[in-house]
Structures are given as C-alpha cells and as structure tokens.
C-alpha cells in the first residue's frame, strides 16, 4: 500500500507564487523608498499583514494568506523583520495630513464617510 499522507512541512506551489508575488511588491516599494523593515500582523483566517517602513518614512503593507507566507516573501525581499511594531521602528513612519484626516477624518472634520454629504 503506498504512503498517502500529505508532506505538510513544504509549502505548496501555490504559496510558493504567493510568496515570489509578494516579494516582488515589497522589493518594488522598498526600492522607491530607500530600502524598508517590516513586521508581521496576524488577521485571523485572512491571514498575514506585512507592515512595511521604509528609510524616508514611507510605510505600507502587504496581505497574504499566512505567516509562513509572509516569512517566504520577506526573506526573497531581503527585508529585515521586527518581532513587534516597537516605538523605536514606529518612530521611523512619516505620516502627513491625509494619514491625520483618514485616521480621524470624521473626529476632526476630515473626509467623511463615502456617502456622507460634506
């Protein structure tokens, strides 16, 4: 009889493309932005976000299926990854008046709501 059991320790092709994607975007967005750090942020079953700082204080991040995936795609970028979003790499994010009024847009009087009449 031969040995039907599933190698769950290799990742599947797939996440393996997702990866490779992911990758692809975060070397692209950190190359704009002279060079990034990231750090994980787990979502459940939708997955992983990667939060991505880059060196002039850009920031973004990537959703993936999984941590392992987010491992995989930040290891083929070559990025360094935090363990926590601690207040030292924190303090590298740059932020302007559209983060403000998106953060607490409707607190302050930013954009409202799509929908809303101004």
């Known amino acids: 009889m031969a040995n039907t059991q599933q190698d769950d320790t290799k990742?599947?092709?797939?996440?393996?493309?997702?990866?490779?994607?992911?990758?692809?975007?975060i070397t692209a967005f950190a190359a704009a932005h002279g060079g990034?750090?990231?750090?994980f942020a787990h979502l459940g079953e939708k997955g992983a976000r990667i939060v991505l700082v880059c060196g002039d204080g850009?920031?973004?991040?990537?959703v993936v299926p999984s941590i392992e995936v987010a491992r995989a795609a930040t290891e083929k970028a070559g990025v360094t990854v935090?363990?926590?979003?601690?207040?030292?790499?924190a303090a590298k994010?740059?932020?302007?008046?559209?983060?403000?009024?998106?953060?607490?847009?409707?607190?302050?009087?930013?954009?409202?709501?799509?929908?809303?009449a101004a």
């Open 11 to 25: 990742p599947d092709a797939r996440d393996e493309r997702r990866a490779a994607k992911a990758a692809k975007s």
């Open 36 to 39: 990034a750090e990231a750090q």
């Open 58 to 62: 850009a920031w973004g991040d990537v």
């Open 82 to 89: 935090h363990d926590e979003f601690s207040g030292e790499f």
């Open 93 to 116: 994010v740059v932020t302007g008046p559209y983060e403000w009024s998106r953060m607490a847009g409707i607190q302050i009087g930013g954009p409202g709501q799509p929908g809303e």
